[in-house]
């Protein structure tokens, strides 16, 4: 293997000229640097929020304040994270609009770039898209109003649907549960709110982009999906970020909940700078015969913590989990999954597919456990990862927990790097290194890509090209 | 026993053990059993004695207490007390043995001899004393070859026991650690083998007994070429409660591991296997394999496995698997349909899970004794 071309492995480079635009900074409402109390405070005020939200915010602050960093993981980057430096709330338009030409030149230009609109037209059932902290434009297929589908950002739901909100705001994921999920819950800001009526189905699956742009920005927004029994939705949120020097931090909370008979499936396709950290906290919980899938996709950040996880709390629930990180120069994919047994009769699979390369790392962390009511379970967990080269790491952090008798656990992992015949039988019909690389790497990743809407997939295989480039040959 | 130098090293210990904190319970080692089972507040040497040593077999190798390797070669023998320890979560532990030790057994094979005949070094534990802390030293020159046996028996007490095993260059050691306390016993073990080029390490644990069992079973493969495979079953019934770790720590290139480790739980026993497969970036085409197997007898039963890998270079291969769940319905349906009652047939399995380890060991007596005790067990 020829030396490899250090210049054109800067990802960044690549990333700039596609996402890593920046905007000038032109916000409605900037709040102070750092946290405080006040901040909080400040936030739930400015976005008129009913008391006992502002109570729950600032309740979750002092969890935060009192919960410690973790001590798993990559401490060393974790703890690079200066809570006091960081703006947690940045307001970029006065109100969602709710349609395209109402919203602001600049964003436009931001979502335009990154493909937004066509999007929509072309096929997408709705579109909450996130800049900074706030939803800055939506909008909701007719269709889906007439099925009574609410569709929205967190912020106007808490407006039109308190009720709903309240009901089940938190109930997934409650502050105590850790220390970013405490951040989150004292400074949410956006992210997507959806509620489907029992047997309604959504066909298309509905959107949400979310950007950072401000330096040293915090995102944290909270998704909260409600599927009422017998209903359907596939939802899609995809993350980018401008390259800026300093680091940012994107700490989201998203909650389902899968009630009797319905069908969640959740994509993310995070493709964060390499100065963002990533630390989300996801989590489903699935009813009675519920199915509930993630299908996550981890391409960019600096550091990404997320484990998505569901709760099988009714009889003969179903989950899926698909993780894919790839992890480049300077980045650590710290991914996996958790799927929870407490019920009879319910199952789950994760698979799990890492590649790293360029120094970079990617661990799989994943939990199964199963409680003594959880009779007749079946599990199976498969994780594969490839070593591009040897400044490259990868780690598997699996943990199973099995209480009672009649489950039925497997786990399987292998590392290991592509094979000189896979390449060698590639270039003997004519591809070059990188070609035939790249092409075994795509094809090492198809579980996750034929899971995606045709454009996601594409816009996937090229995202992975774009990221081996001229790395190898 | 104790000499001028071990003096001072007991004297030091002693004061480490006061200065050290115990290990808070959310470190990962002690999260789900916490150190305070051991009981170390109660620790005093007066109170801490050695299990009675029997030594046997080992025709031509030079086998000895170790009290008395120390009072022959003291410079040779007294470093080995201080090797091997990787975690500071069992500086505690490993303090208390230091200050206190008495009983064990000391094994030294010179170059190029292979010894034929077993060794057998028994640790009968004494329920007199509250702690017992046995310590095994095993130096394998090269090319020499050996089988040990390390077992131990007796009464319930708290013990720490300590092993450290060298093995030079092409030296091959089959060693088995058999545990039988009784089921009020709580037991330690820290076993370190380093092994240089070409090193061969057949390791088997048999663990049955005990309360509370903790062991650590690190393999360094720090020479080229080196091997190891590692095996072993543990069969726990009521409380008891079992927390083994294997380590397989791959330092130089063209290493091999193998590990096996089967667990069949009934009643309300408890197993937490944690095994580590690193391979350091320097070590490359190293091939490593781990494999964990539970097998839940009863409904109250509970395992957990966490089989890890960190892999640094990219010329490897290495996979692991990890399973649990109950006797396979197809394997007693297939023995049922030859008129086999699944009672039967269920520890007829139990019986074959385990076979493959106690068939090795080279005492027919201890073969006849643990089958004994599986079957026992896997009556239900």
């Keep these: 293997m020829a030396p490899k071309t250090k210049e054109s492995l800067d990802l960044r480079e690549d990333y700039g000229t596609k996402y890593g635009f920046k905007d000038p900074e032109d916000y409605v409402f900037k709040a102070k640097k750092g946290l405080s109390r006040k901040i909080v405070e400040e936030i739930s005020w400015m976005k008129k929020e009913p008391g006992w939200m502002t109570e729950f915010r600032l309740k979750a602050y002092d969890i935060f304040l009192s919960k410690p960093m973790p001590t798993w993981g990559n401490c060393d980057l974790i703890n690079q994270i200066d809570f006091s430096e960081i703006y947690y709330y940045l307001k970029p338009t006065d109100g969602t609009a709710k349609s395209w030409d109402d919203v602001p030149e600049n964003i436009k230009n931001t979502f335009e770039k990154l493909g937004i609109p066509q999007a929509e037209q072309k096929f997408l059932a709705g579109v909450t898209a996130q800049y900074e902290s706030e939803a800055v434009y939506h909008a909701v297929?007719?269709?889906?109003?007439?099925?009574?589908?609410?569709?929205?950002?967190?912020?106007?739901?808490?407006?039109?649907?308190?009720?709903?909100?309240?009901?089940?705001?938190?109930?997934?994921?409650?502050?105590?549960?850790?220390?970013?999920?405490?951040?989150?819950?004292?400074?949410?800001?956006?992210?997507?709110?959806?509620?489907?009526?029992?047997?309604?189905?959504?066909?298309?699956?509905?959107?949400?982009?979310?950007?950072?742009?401000?330096?040293?920005?915090?995102?944290?927004?909270?998704?909260?999906?409600?599927?009422?029994?017998?209903?359907?939705?596939?939802?899609?949120?995809?993350?980018?970020?401008?390259?800026?020097?300093?680091?940012?931090?994107?700490?989201?909370?998203?909650?389902?909940?899968?009630?009797?008979?319905?069908?969640?499936?959740?994509?993310?396709?995070?493709?964060?700078?390499?100065?963002?950290?990533?630390?989300?906290?996801?989590?489903?919980?699935?009813?009675?015969?519920?199915?509930?899938?993630?299908?996550?996709?981890?391409?960019?950040?600096?550091?990404?913590?997320?484990?998505?996880?569901?709760?099988?709390?009714?009889?003969?629930?179903?989950?899926?989990?698909?993780?894919?990180?790839?992890?480049?120069?300077?980045?650590?994919?710290?991914?996996?999954?958790?799927?929870?047994?407490?019920?009879?009769?319910?199952?789950?699979?994760?698979?799990?597919?890492?590649?790293?390369?360029?120094?970079?790392?990617?661990?799989?962390?994943?939990?199964?456990?199963?409680?003594?009511?959880?009779?007749?379970?079946?599990?199976?967990?498969?994780?594969?990862?490839?070593?591009?080269?040897?400044?490259?790491r990868s780690d598997t952090y699996p943990t199973m927990e099995i209480d009672g008798k009649r489950a039925d656990i497997g786990h399987e992992a292998s590392v290991s790097k592509i094979g000189d015949e896979q390449l060698f039988y590639l270039m003997s019909r004519g591809l070059s290194e990188n070609d035939a690389t790249s092409m075994i790497v795509n094809g090492f990743f198809e579980a996750f890509t034929k899971e995606l809407p045709l454009e996601y997939s594409v816009e996937l295989n090229r995202l992975i090209q774009l990221e081996m480039e001229g790395s190898i040959g | 026993?104790?000499?001028?130098?071990?003096?001072?090293?007991?004297?030091?210990?002693?004061?480490?053990?006061?200065?050290?904190?115990?290990?808070?319970?959310?470190?990962?080692?002690?999260?789900?059993?916490?150190?305070?089972?051991?009981?170390?507040?109660?620790?005093?040497?007066?109170?801490?004695?050695?299990?009675?040593?029997?030594?046997?077999?080992?025709?031509?190798?030079?086998?000895?207490?170790?009290?008395?390797?120390?009072?022959?070669?003291?410079?040779?023998?007294?470093?080995?007390?201080?090797?091997?320890?990787?975690?500071?979560?069992?500086?505690?532990?490993?303090?208390?043995?230091?200050?206190?030790?008495?009983?064990?057994?000391?094994?030294?094979?010179?170059?190029?001899?292979?010894?034929?005949?077993?060794?057998?070094?028994?640790?009968?534990?004494?329920?007199?004393?509250?702690?017992?802390?046995?310590?095994?030293?095993?130096?394998?020159?090269?090319?020499?070859?050996?089988?040990?046996?390390?077992?131990?028996?007796?009464?319930?007490?708290?013990?720490l026991a300590f092993t450290r095993i060298e093995l030079a260059q092409n030296a091959s050691l089959r060693y088995f650690y058999t545990q039988e306390l009784p089921k009020d016993a709580v037991h330690f073990s820290h076993q370190h083998v380093a092994l240089g080029k070409d090193a061969r390490l057949d390791h088997n644990s048999i663990i049955m007994g005990a309360q509370h069992h903790k062991s650590e079973l690190e393999v360094l493969l720090n020479g080229r070429g080196a091997q190891s495979d590692l095996r072993g079953v543990l069969f726990g019934s009521e409380d008891q409660f079992f927390d083994p770790h294997t380590h397989q720590l791959h330092r130089a290139s063209n290493t091999m591991s193998d590990m096996h480790f089967r667990v069949a739980l009934r009643d309300k026993a408890r197993s937490i296997y944690t095994g580590l497969i690193r391979i350091e970036k320097d070590?490359?085409?190293?091939?490593?394999?781990?494999?964990?197997?539970?097998?839940?007898?009863?409904?109250?039963?509970?395992?957990?496995?966490?089989?890890?890998?960190?892999?640094?270079?990219?010329?490897?291969?290495?996979?692991?698997?990890?399973?649990?769940?109950?006797?396979?319905?197809?394997?007693?349906?297939?023995?049922?349909?030859?008129?086999?009652?699944?009672?039967?047939?269920?520890?007829?399995?139990?019986?074959?899970?385990?076979?493959?380890?106690?068939?090795?060991?080279?005492?027919?007596?201890?073969?006849?004794?643990?089958?004994?005790?599986?079957?026992?067990?896997?009556?239900?």
């Design chain 1, 141 to 392: 297929n007719k269709d889906l109003e007439k099925q009574g589908v609410i569709f929205t950002d967190m912020d106007t739901a808490l407006k039109e649907h308190p009720k709903l909100v309240r009901k089940y705001f938190s109930t997934v994921i409650p502050p105590e549960d850790n220390k970013f999920a405490a951040l989150n819950s004292a400074v949410w800001s956006g992210g997507s709110f959806i509620y489907l009526p029992k047997n309604a189905k959504v066909d298309l699956p509905l959107q949400a982009y979310f950007r950072i742009n401000a330096a040293k920005a915090g995102q944290f927004e909270r998704t909260l999906i409600i599927a009422d029994e017998g209903s359907s939705v596939h939802y899609i949120e995809g993350c980018t970020a401008p390259s800026i020097s300093e680091d940012a931090l994107h700490s989201a909370v998203v909650e389902l909940i899968g009630m009797k008979g319905s069908h969640i499936r959740y994509t993310t396709i995070q493709n964060w700078a390499n100065n963002v950290f990533n630390l989300v906290t996801k989590r489903a919980m699935a009813h009675e015969n519920a199915f509930v899938e993630w299908v996550d996709g981890n391409i960019g950040s600096k550091l990404t913590m997320k484990f998505p996880a569901v709760y099988l709390v009714g009889k003969g629930a179903r989950a899926d989990i698909l993780s894919v990180a790839f992890a480049g120069k300077g980045q650590h994919q710290d991914t996996g999954g958790k799927l929870v047994f407490a019920a009879p009769n319910t199952s789950g699979t994760i698979i799990s597919k890492s590649v790293s390369m360029d120094g970079g790392r990617s661990s799989y962390r994943g939990l199964i456990k199963t409680y003594p009511q959880a009779t007749d379970v079946k599990v199976n967990v498969r994780c594969d990862a490839l070593l591009l080269d040897d400044e490259s």
């Design chain 2, 283 to 380: 070590a490359v085409d190293c091939e490593a394999y781990q494999q964990n197997k539970n097998l839940l007898l009863s409904d109250g039963a509970r395992a957990d496995s966490t089989p890890v890998l960190e892999i640094l270079p990219d010329r490897v291969a290495c996979k692991h698997g990890s399973t649990a769940g109950p006797v396979d319905k197809n394997q007693l349906f297939y023995l049922a349909a030859r008129g086999i009652p699944p009672a039967e047939a269920a520890e007829m399995l139990v019986m074959g899970f385990f076979e493959p380890i106690l068939e090795r060991l080279p005492f027919e007596d201890m073969r006849e004794r643990l089958r004994a005790v599986v079957a026992a067990g896997a009556q239900i």
């Design chain 2, 1 to 159: 026993m104790t000499t001028a130098t071990l003096d001072v090293w007991r004297e030091e210990s002693l004061k480490t053990l006061e200065k050290t904190a115990d290990p808070a319970n959310i470190v990962e080692t002690w999260r789900r059993m916490p150190f305070q089972h051991w009981g170390l507040d109660r620790f005093s040497a007066e109170n801490a004695a050695g299990p009675k040593v029997t030594l046997e077999g080992g025709a031509g190798a030079e086998v000895l207490t170790l009290e008395e390797a120390v009072a022959a070669k003291e410079s040779f023998v007294l470093p080995t007390l201080k090797t091997g320890l990787v975690s500071s979560d069992f500086l505690k532990f490993e303090s208390v043995s230091i200050a206190a030790w008495s009983g064990g057994a000391f094994v030294h094979v010179p170059k190029g001899k292979k010894i034929e005949e077993p060794i057998r070094i028994s640790f009968e534990h004494d329920g007199s004393k509250t702690f017992q802390l046995p310590r095994v030293v095993v130096f394998l020159e090269e090319g020499a070859e050996a089988t040990i046996v390390e077992e131990h028996l007796g009464d319930a007490s708290a013990s």
